[in-house]
């Protein structure tokens, strides 16, 4: 009797930890694929302001989502009115970007996972444009943002949108003046 219980006792075990491995996976694909869904950037839509042989050329990298195309739409009009040409792609266009021909790069995205978006990672370690180069990142709490930017960073507060626009635009005007 006390053999057979003995015999049994690990494959029980070893069917719990089976068990609770596989719960525990499913427990991590559900919570991983809510984040994605919930936190994850659309595409932003491709568009031009004003005349490519304006003197100032402005670049806007970003991701698609309700606060960034605020953030986007409220710099664009600014800059439109400025009469500076503005051109807006999504971030997953940078490795084609050739940084010399811009007057200013602004760069709008998300940290997802703890980590900067990794297109955006990649042109700033790579750019030589860091005077040019306007950072905004944002993460759910607002406090992430990439080392050796000056970035700006906070989260994405449908009502901090006006304060955003200004900041960014102040930079923008900092990097035209000192030409």
């Known amino acids: 009797m006390i053999t057979e219980t003995l015999k049994a006792t690990p494959r029980h075990h070893y069917k719990h930890i089976l068990a609770t491995t596989a719960l525990l996976l499913a427990a991590a694909l559900v919570f991983v694929s809510w984040y994605k869904v919930h936190y994850s950037m659309g595409p932003a839509k491709t568009f031009e302001v004003n005349a490519p042989t304006s003197e100032d050329k402005i670049l806007i990298a970003t991701q698609g989502s309700e606060f960034k195309d605020a953030v986007v739409q409220g710099v664009v009009s600014q800059m439109k009115n400025r009469g500076a040409y503005v051109k807006v792609i999504d971030v997953s266009d940078l490795p084609n970007i050739d940084e ?34 306007i950072v905004m990142n944002t993460s759910g709490r607002g406090d992430f943002k990439m080392e050796g930017v000056d970035a700006i960073s906070g989260a994405s507060v449908m009502v901090d949108v006006p304060g955003r626009v200004a900041t960014i635009t102040n930079r923008i005007e900092a990097v035209l003046g000192k030409k």
């Open 100 to 133: 010399a021909g811009w007057s200013a790069i602004v760069l709008i995205s998300s940290w997802e996972m703890r980590r900067p978006e990794p297109n955006v990672k990649t042109f700033v370690d790579k750019s030589h444009a860091g005077r040019k180069m």
